[in-house]
C-alpha cells in the first residue's frame, strides 16, 4: 500500500512508520490517523516483523492534531465525527512492541501519540508539551491521563494548566522517556532496540508487553498473580527450553517464536 502522510519502511525485522508531513510540522490529520492505523495492520500480520519503530523528522515528532482541520468544527459536528475518532488511539492496540523515536516537538496529539508507544527514545532537542489550553481546549488522546500516570500529577498539572514544554533531560528525569540520545543517533539506537526485541521470542515479548501494561491498569495483588502464572506459562514454550539450553550450553539461543 503506498501512503501519502506517513512513510513505511521495513528494516529486517523492524518496521520502521515516519510520519511525514513536513509543510505542517507533522500535523496529525485524520488522513494520517488513517494511514497510520493501516500501516499498523500491515506490520501486525507481517510475520517477519517483530518490533515497530515511529518517528517524525528532527523538527517535528508531531506538533498536535491538525488545527486548521479541526478549527471550524462545532460541537455537534464533534460528537457526530467518527473521522477522527476512529483510529486516533490505533497505536496503543498494537499487539507488538512499538517504540517512539521522538526529536523536536511531541505536542498535543504528538505527545499523547508517543505515549501511546511501549517507551519513548528521545533525541537531545526533543520537547514535550500538551499545550492545548493555550488554543482554547483539552488534550483529547489522552494527554490528561497517559501523562499523570508516567510523571505523576505535579508535573502533569504543571504542563497541562501551563501548555509548558518539557525538555528532553526533564523528561527523562521526570520518566515520560526511558532514554535521550543525541540528535545524530536517537533513531540509528531506537531501531538497534526494536531489533534486539524483535530477536527474542515473540510470544513471550507479547506476554511481557502485555504485563506492563497491565501494571497501569491492575490492582498489584492481581498484576503479580498474573504475572506469576505466566512465568509458569513460559514454560509451555519451546523458546523457553531453547533459551534456558542455549545458556547452559553457552551458545545463543534460537527462538522459533513458538
Ligand atoms: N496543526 C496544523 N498546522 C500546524 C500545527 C498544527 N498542530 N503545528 C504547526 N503547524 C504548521 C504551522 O501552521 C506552519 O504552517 P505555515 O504557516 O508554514 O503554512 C508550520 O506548521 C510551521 O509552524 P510554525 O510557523 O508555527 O513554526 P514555529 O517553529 O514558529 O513553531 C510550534 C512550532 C510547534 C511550536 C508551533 O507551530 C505550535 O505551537 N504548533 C501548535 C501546537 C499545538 O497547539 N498543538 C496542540 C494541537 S491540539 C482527538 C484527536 C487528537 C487530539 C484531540 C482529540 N480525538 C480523536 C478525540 C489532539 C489535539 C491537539 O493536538
Do not use: H, W
Request: proline share 3%; charged share 25%; hydrophobic share 45%.
Amino acid at each position: 500500500m503506498t501512503y501519502e502522510t506517513i512513510l513505511l519502511e521495513r528494516k529486517d525485522s523492524v518496521g520502521l512508520i515516519t510520519l511525514d508531513r513536513p509543510k505542517a510540522m507533522n500535523a496529525l490529520c485524520e488522513a494520517l490517523f488513517n494511514e497510520l492505523a493501516s500501516a499498523l495492520d500491515e506490520l501486525e500480520v507481517d510475520e517477519k516483523i517483530g518490533a515497530i519503530v515511529i518517528t517524525g523528522s528532527e523538527k517535528a515528532f508531531a506538533a498536535g492534531a491538525d488545527i486548521l482541520e479541526m478549527k471550524d468544527k462545532n460541537y455537534s459536528d464533534m460528537l457526530a465525527d467518527n473521522g477522527l475518532t476512529k483510529n486516533c488511539d490505533r497505536l496503543a492496540q498494537c499487539r507488538k512492541p512499538v517504540i517512539a523515536a521522538v526529536a523536536g516537538y511531541a505536542l498535543g496529539g504528538g505527545c499523547e501519540m508517543a505515549m501511546m508507544c511501549d517507551f519513548i527514545v528521545a533525541a537531545e532537542n526533543a520537547k514535550f508539551g500538551q499545550p492545548e489550553i493555550t488554543i482554547g481546549t483539552i488534550p483529547g488522546i489522552g494527554g490528561s491521563q497517559r501523562l499523570t500516570q508516567l510523571v505523576g500529577k505535579a508535573k502533569a498539572m504543571d504542563m497541562c494548566l501551563t501548555g509548558r514544554m518539557m525538555g528532553a533531560e526533564e523528561a527523562e528525569r521526570a520518566g515520560l522517556v526511558s532514554r535521550v540520545e543525541p540528535l545524530g543517533n536517537y533513531l540509528s539506537v531506537t531501531l538497534e532496540l526494536a531489533a534486539q526485541i524483535a530477536s527474542y521470542s515473540r510470544p513471550v515479548v507479547t506476554m511481557l508487553k502485555g504485563l506492563v501494561n497491565a501494571a497501569l491498569e491492575t490492582p498489584l495483588a492481581q498484576g503479580l498473580e498474573t504475572e506469576r502464572q505466566q512465568f509458569k506459562a513460559t514454560f509451555a514454550l519451546e523458546d523457553q527450553k531453547e533459551g534456558m539450553a542455549a545458556f547452559s550450553e553457552k551458545r545463543k539461543p534460537e527462538f522459533k517464536n513458538r
